[in-house]
């Protein structure tokens, strides 16, 4: 009896050790009894670390209290009759009638996200591959001066030069191009007249303002790869290009990620420059040569406005909300098959 008095007492002992809030208390009164106890330099390296602690904190409250913000100001339009979550389906916007439907808006940001990023980021990796593994060292120093001189380029002055220089090129010479020359001119995706304001024009000029980026962080990425690597590479027989495609890109994966992570957020959420270039029209688009409209232009054109009609502001927001959410899954989905591309190569 009085073994099984003390063991039951031992398990119940056992179980508050192991609960939740005693782990909890432990994780919390631990640290500040060995902070306590440790000498001048480990009090230095201790404090060090939780300064550090405060900005990575910083970050995540930032983003949930935008989150937070942006639904709560999304509410009114998604519990309204006239709203409800089919807004995020709905194919027509009209607040005249109290239509709010953003299904456009999504397209349109898709689709010029899928363009951008389907030109920048081979032209970004080609071109950082070029300028770490194969251009004289008398050029390299100067071709990368100006690309970080591009990244530094305002977004309007981007906008500003597609609209004077690219937007007529689609409506004059390419359009009509594509659409007389045989090879081409069957395909569905270069249909249609233009007045060069389009998709197209909208997603180039985002793959120009993304190749900066891309091909900066995925330079220094390349540079920072040992050159006993290179080496190695190079004893076993494999060429130059073979070295840097199979050698040289896996190691610098993580930071070729980091890339296109950052590619791909200011994809979505760039506005001036699509705004000026992409026509606005409210469908959606189904060539290249289309009008479409965007989730942040349409939220840079109407919020002023539309600032006193609680629907029709609850609704841009809303725009907002989504475009938040689609900005966060786009990075975790790359961070996801970046994970992925470095656990296939053993680096985790």
């Not at 330079?219 to 840097?244: C, H, K, M, Y």
Request: aromatic fraction near 10%.
């Amino acid at each position: 009896m009085t073994k099984v008095y003390t063991h039951a007492i031992e398990h119940q002992k056992k179980t508050e050790d192991d609960s939740p809030i005693h782990k909890l208390l432990k994780r919390l009164v631990v640290p500040i009894i060995d902070f306590f106890d440790a000498d001048r330099s480990g009090k230095t390296d201790m404090l060090g670390k939780a300064l550090l602690l405060v900005p990575a904190f910083a970050s995540t409250l930032i983003i949930v209290l935008i989150l937070s913000f942006l639904w709560y100001e999304s509410t009114p339009i998604l519990t309204d009759p006239a709203g409800g979550p089919g807004i995020i389906i709905g194919p027509t916007w009209d607040p005249n009638r109290n239509l709010y439907g953003i299904a456009v808006f999504i397209v349109g940001s898709l689709f010029c996200t899928a363009i951008a990023i389907g030109l920048a980021v081979p032209l970004g990796i080609g071109g950082a591959i070029f300028l770490s593994e194969f251009c004289p060292m008398k050029l390299r120093t100067p071709i990368k001066m100006i690309t970080e001189m591009m990244a530094a380029i305002p977004s309007i002055v981007y906008g500003l030069w597609a609209y004077v220089v690219m937007v007529p090129f689609i409506k004059d010479v390419l359009a009509p191009g594509v659409q007389s020359n045989p090879l081409t001119a069957w395909m569905p995706w270069f249909q249609g007249d233009t007045n060069g304001l389009s998709l197209l024009a909208g997603g180039v000029i985002l793959a120009i303002m993304l190749l900066p980026t891309i091909v900066t962080i995925t330079n220094d990425a390349l540079q920072t790869v040992p050159l006993s690597l290179r080496e190695a590479s190079f004893a076993l027989g494999a060429t130059q290009s073979e070295t840097a495609r199979k050698i040289v890109i896996s190691a610098a994966l993580p930071g070729v990620g980091a890339a296109i992570v950052l590619a791909l957020g200011r994809a979505v959420g760039e506005t001036m420059a699509v705004l000026l270039v992409t026509g606005n029209s409210l469908q959606i688009p189904y060539t290249l040569f289309d009008p479409t409209y965007v989730m942040t232009s349409i939220i840079t054109n109407q919020l002023g406005y539309a600032f006193v009609f609680p629907l029709w502001r609850s609704a841009l927001f809303a725009v907002g909300l989504v475009l938040m959410i689609m900005s966060i899954c786009f990075t975790l989905t790359a961070k996801f098959f970046i994970r992925w591309g470095m656990k296939t190569r053993g680096y985790i």
